[in-house]
């Protein structure tokens, strides 16, 4: 650092230029390279084949997974939904169901059908009144 | 550390051949994804002469640097399955390299006290006009040698083999900041090491 504040330091080309000149460079044409190359070669078949038949093996179970998995979670909802709705109480939801769709849509209608029990086999018009007359509060 | 950039290689002056063009690579990629070895021979060709020029820096010896070679395309092909689709291939080769080439000089350390010099003639004489660039190479050994393992692997990958220090960074798996500032620890320190000698050169 001292130097390098005398100016004796020598600049990054000048350091570059001597490590170049200093170091061997890398023999590429004592290097039989067909030779290396099949020397790789004669090895990496056996990989491959070695690597490929455990990577089919895999791909087959990991393709399997990734389709079962999202089926297997789409099921297991339907189930717990069927499982909780099975454990509802139907009849009163029928009943309630049943009831509001009974509903009548006219006061006739609910008049008759209130009257009615009342007075036995009598005629629909005669309960009709009647029906009237006791809702408005009055005796028959 | 982002791998998404292709390694094209700034090639400098020492830099010998630039990495190829990443697009065939990426085809190839997926030929030998599906068990194709002529694909794989294919990738060999294009990416070994780099290969070697890079272990060669690190061991400065041929033999050890075909092995090294050789070894790490092995390697590679094992290990295929741990490239990422999209991911180029030449960083993640050559990261195999150095660190074969790195294993291979620590494991080397133990069994030769010194590498062998490759300049020096069959009755043990250097060449003309050697002596001033052992002496160089001498001081210059010392001081790589005293750079720590990561400082001086970025100095052979930037400095020699003419990668920029993104690309380096992309080997070595680290940030691009943290490859600037090894370089620039590395350069001061061999800087002051050599400034004689390179005053004396100018």
Do not use: C
Request: proline letters at 7%; hydrophobic letters at 45%; charged letters at 30%.
């Amino acid at each position: 650092m001292n130097d390098e504040r005398r100016g004796h330091v020598p600049p990054p080309d000048a350091l570059r230029r001597a490590l170049r000149a200093a170091s061997p460079e890398p023999p590429l044409d004592a290097v039989d390279w067909d030779a290396l190359h099949g020397r790789v070669m004669a090895q990496a078949t056996q990989i491959l084949a070695r690597t490929t038949v455990r990577r089919r093996w895999w791909d087959e179970v990991a393709a399997w997974a990734s389709r079962g998995i999202p089926i297997t979670a789409v099921s297991a909802a339907a189930a717990a939904l069927v499982l909780v709705l099975g454990g509802l109480p139907i009849a009163p939801r029928i009943v309630d169901h049943e009831t509001f769709a009974a509903v009548p849509m006219t006061l006739e209608d609910v008049l008759a059908a209130e009257a009615g029990p009342l007075f036995g086999d009598g005629s629909a018009e005669d309960a009709l009144t009647l029906a009237l007359l006791g809702y408005e509060g009055e005796e028959p | 550390m982002g791998m998404g950039a292709p390694l094209r290689s700034s090639a400098g002056a020492g830099a010998h051949d630039a990495a190829p063009d990443p697009a065939p690579d990426a085809r190839l990629v997926e030929r030998v994804r599906a068990g194709d070895a002529e694909a794989y021979g294919e990738l060999v060709r294009r990416h070994m002469r780099r290969a070697f020029s890079i272990a060669y820096r690190i061991l400065e010896h041929r033999e050890d640097a075909e092995d090294v070679v050789q070894e790490a395309f092995l390697r590679a092909l094992e290990r295929f399955g741990s490239l990422e689709p999209g991911r180029p291939f030449a960083p993640w080769m050559y990261r195999i390299v150095v660190n074969g080439a790195l294993n291979y000089r620590r494991a080397r350390s133990v069994r030769r006290t010194e590498a062998i010099p490759e300049d020096v003639r069959a009755d043990g004489t250097p060449p003309d006009g050697a002596a001033e660039r052992a002496e160089l190479r001498r001081r210059l050994k010392q001081a790589t040698a005293s750079l720590p393992e990561r400082q001086r692997t970025i100095v052979q990958l930037v400095e020699l083999e003419g990668f920029t220090s993104a690309e380096a960074a992309e080997i070595m798996g680290l940030s691009d900041g943290t490859v600037r500032w090894h370089l620039h620890q590395a350069r001061r320190t061999l800087r002051e090491a050599l400034a004689p000698l390179l005053e004396e050169e100018r």
